[in-house]
Nanobody, 118 residues
Framework: QVQLVESGGGLVEPGGSLRLSCAAS????????RGWYRQAPGKERELVAV???????NYADSVKGRFNISRDNAKNTMYLQMNNLKPEDTARYYC????????????WGQGTQVTVSS
């Protein structure tokens, strides 16, 4: 059974930093496409950062230079380091794993809330 558990969200002032974690069980992160998405109230879920199984990484234009996606293979955990946070980054953040190749399956965590406000 695949389980993704996010943590690390919270309330932070503009310009602050947070690091989100996504601990995976039942699936090996490095063997799959993986990433972070977010959804603000009244808006559609949007891509924040994704890394393919081949190692290429893409970021949303709005977070380039501020956010960094990484992983710890030993812990089977991926991270999203978020720096210089802005109020428009406020959203619920979800980690995602997408199995590569035919018959793609997507797995989602329950999300963690990030609120950027003074």
């Amino acid at each position: 059974q695949v389980q993704l558990v996010e943590s690390g969200g919270g309330l932070v002032e503009p310009g602050g930093s947070l690091r989100l974690s996504c601990a995976a069980s039942g699936i090996v992160l490095r063997l799959n496409n993986r990433g972070w998405y977010r959804q603000a109230p009244g808006k559609e879920r949007e891509l924040v950062a994704v890394t393919s199984v081949r190692g290429s990484t893409n970021y949303a234009d709005s977070v380039k230079g501020r956010f960094n996606i990484s992983r710890d293979n030993a812990k089977n955990t991926m991270y999203l380091q978020m720096n210089n946070l802005k109020p428009e980054d406020t959203a619920r953040y979800y980690c995602n794993i997408e199995t590569p190749g035919w018959g793609t399956v997507n797995y989602w965590g329950q999300g963690t809330q990030v609120t950027v406000s003074s």
